[in-house]
């Protein structure tokens, strides 16, 4: 499993170390699929393979694929990651909840260990970030840090939220 602190500190930590960092998390604008490839690199700090970090993950009796899995042989760790940049994000927000949903009930499956959405803001204030959080993951369920600022001098905030078996 994954502690969400740790994949945080260690995120932020390679983030920094990245050259484009400076323009991703200044950007008014979208960078999940580079998040995507950004993770794979701290999964690694984590002794997670490569070959069992899977970005073809579909979810059970569904065509929906979700952005990232981690298959351990204790069982699979399923991602979701989601950037919102404030006033562009109307079609977003309607659709996160469908996938935080998915992660909800993707967690009673007996092979699924672990679920975990990393959501990124950018322009958004800390009030609109925290409700949004809020409507996002209102089941009680869910353990979320943030948002927080990714890079202190920059203003790209992340939060991440997970359930544990």
């Not at 502690?3 to 604008?29: G, N, P, R």
């Not at 490569?50 to 204790?74: F, G, Q, W």
Request: charged share 20%; proline share 3%; hydrophobic share 40%.
């Amino acid at each position: 499993m994954i502690d969400i602190e740790e994949l945080l500190i260690k995120l932020s930590s390679h983030v920094a170390t990245c050259k484009s960092s400076s323009f991703v998390c200044t950007a008014q604008a979208a960078f999940e699929s580079w998040f995507r490839v950004e993770l794979v690199p701290v999964l690694w700090e984590f002794k997670y393979s490569l070959s069992s970090i899977e970005t073809n993950y579909t979810y059970p009796s569904s065509k929906d694929k979700a952005d990232l899995c981690v298959r351990d042989r204790l069982g699979d760790i399923v991602f979701e990651l989601k950037s919102f940049v404030y006033g562009q994000d109307s079609n977003k927000k309607e659709k996160y909840p469908s996938q935080i949903k998915k992660l909800e009930k993707l967690i009673a499956d007996q092979n699924v260990l672990q679920v975990v959405a990393l959501t990124t803001f950018i322009g958004y204030s800390e009030t609109q970030m925290t409700n949004y959080m809020r409507h996002f993951f209102a089941s009680v369920q869910w353990n979320i840090i943030g948002p927080t600022r990714l890079i202190k001098q920059y203003p790209l905030n992340v939060s991440v939220a997970s359930i544990r078996k």
